[in-house]
């Protein structure tokens, strides 16, 4: 502990860091925050159990008090399992991981990795085919009986990553469109220049200059872009047949429910949206 760590960040030490939001807040550091501002009590975190209750109370100067029920009960740590014979590669669990503990690709079997898996619980809710379930891991070990103070630090560093990773991803995202939308004003631009220094006489009765809408692919990084991406598509389709053959691919996606589909046209509204647009994979 430095002078320099406020209560906030103190609290947050205490907390299991399984960033599983069953405290009633968006993770560990604004539930930790809360219980510094008064506005949060500190018996609402059920990972933590009757033993960070203590903790938190020691830390604050409070009596110890039950875990609120209305937050959850303490239970075994579970970890998930995803039922390869139903998931359909939707995305969706991997978005909801707190920590990057599920490993897939779209329309590709997802698989969690077991030892960084908080058991949040947060990748069941969202997958559309019920092929998640979380299994206890712990035996009887219930709240820091179940779980380590090196494996909060471990899931804490995964969350503050993967929070890293988001944010570049969204920034590279709103880069690319600022660029492209740079190269569409381009020629605009250039052509009101153009006609602005025309002289009077001649600015009166020049034709109105367009700009080339198809400039030449070897001037064009777009363009350029396009065809780096279609090649990648085209190795992805031909490393999914590959492993369709083989057995391989994600099962039961012959006839989903419209609510299904609905679910994952939006994962993939989303990766379009962070520049990822698979379409043509679609087609295929």
Not at 6 to 18: F, K, W, Y
Not at 142 to 156: I, V
């Amino acid at each position: 502990m430095t002078d320099s760590q406020t209560l906030a960040d103190r609290i947050e030490a205490l907390l299991p860091q399984t960033q599983c939001t069953k405290c009633g807040y968006d993770g560990c550091r604004p539930y930790a925050e809360a219980i510094a501002a008064g506005a949060a009590n500190y018996n609402q975190c059920p990972p933590g159990g009757a033993q960070g209750i203590e903790r938190l109370a020691r830390l604050l100067g409070k009596p110890v008090v039950a875990l609120n029920p209305a937050n959850g009960v303490e239970r075994p740590r579970p970890v998930a399992f995803i039922d390869e014979h139903l998931c359909i590669g939707c995305t969706l669990c991997m978005q909801a991981c707190p920590v990057d503990a599920i490993v897939g690709a779209p329309k590709q079997m997802h698989t969690i990795l077991t030892a960084p898996c908080t058991g949040c619980d947060l990748c069941v809710a969202p997958c559309p085919v019920d092929c998640i379930a979380m299994i206890p891991v712990t035996g009887d070990a219930t709240g820091w009986d179940a779980w380590s103070q090196q494996q909060a630090d471990d899931a804490r560093q995964r969350y503050a990553q993967r929070r890293a990773r988001l944010a570049r991803e969204r920034e590279a995202a709103e880069a690319r469109a600022a660029a492209r939308r740079t190269a569409a004003a381009a020629p605009r631009a250039a052509a009101h220049d153009a006609a602005a220094n025309l002289p009077a006489d001649e600015s009166a009765s020049a034709p109105a200059i367009s700009p080339d809408p198809t400039p030449p692919a070897a001037d064009d990084p777009e363009a350029k872009k396009r065809a780096i991406i279609a090649a990648a598509l085209e190795r992805a389709r031909r490393k999914k047949a590959e492993l369709a053959a083989q057995g391989a691919g994600p099962r039961n996606t012959d006839h989903l429910s419209a609510d299904v589909q609905a679910q994952i046209d939006a994962a993939d509204a989303r990766r379009r949206r962070i520049g990822i647009d698979d379409d043509n994979d679609k087609s295929s």
